[in-house]
Every structure is written in C-alpha cells, then in structure tokens.
C-alpha cells in the first residue's frame, strides 16, 4: 500500500526555520518526482518546490518567492524527501504537502500546518 507521511512543521518566528519531513512507503522516491505544494484557508493548492524524476535529472525548481529561503532535497536511503524552510515569513503559513507523480497515480501526504509569527 502507498503511503506518504508527513511531519515537522509547527511554530516559527518570522526569519526562523522549521524542516518539513515526507517518509514514503509502498514505493520509490527517487524512481518519481516529488513536490512540495501549500494551501492557504479557502484557496487552492500551489506548488512550492519539486524535484524531478530521473529521466530529467532529479533537479530542484522552486517557486519565485521561496528561491534562495526552502531547499528541497531526497534522501533515497530513507525513502525521504525535505522541506528545509529559512527565513520564513508571514505569507509563508499555510498547511503544506507533499505529493509524488508516478507513472499512473498521484499520491499526498496528509498534510502539516506551518504556523510564522511574526
């Protein structure tokens, strides 16, 4: 059975840090591309970071407004993809999730609240 499971996150003061973790089960991180996505209340879904698979290079894209504050990285030992977050900020709490594209299905985590006080 596939399973993604999420924890970190929590409460961080506006410049900290908190790392996001996603352990898989049932399948291969580093066979697929992985995303991290964020939701703010009544809004939609959008994509953070990701990292692609493979047959594209594995290579990290982030979204403008994290470049240079999240890294995303996979460590395929532990079958875990991160989510380091620096110097956070306000706009960046929301509930946070990962997802990971196989070849035929799309899997997400259920999910972890980023709380920044500012």
């Known amino acids: 059975q596939v399973k993604l499971v999420q924890s970190g996150g929590g409460l961080a003061q506006s410049g900290g840090s908190l790392t996001l973790s996603c352990a898989a089960s049932g399948f291969t991180f580093r066979d697929n591309s992985v995303t991290w996505y964020r939701q703010y209340p009544m809004k939609e879904r959008e994509w953070v970071a990701g990292l692609t698979g493979p047959g594209a290079g594995n290579a990290p894209y982030y979204k403008e407004s994290v470049k240079g504050r999240f890294t995303i990285s996979r460590d395929n030992d532990r079958n875990m993809v991160y989510l380091q977050m620096n110097n956070l900020q306000p706009e960046d709490a929301a509930v946070y999730y990962c997802?990971?594209?196989?070849?035929?299905?799309?899997?997400w985590g259920q999910g972890t609240q980023v709380i920044v006080s500012s």
């Open positions: 997802k990971v594209q196989t070849s035929t299905t799309i899997y």
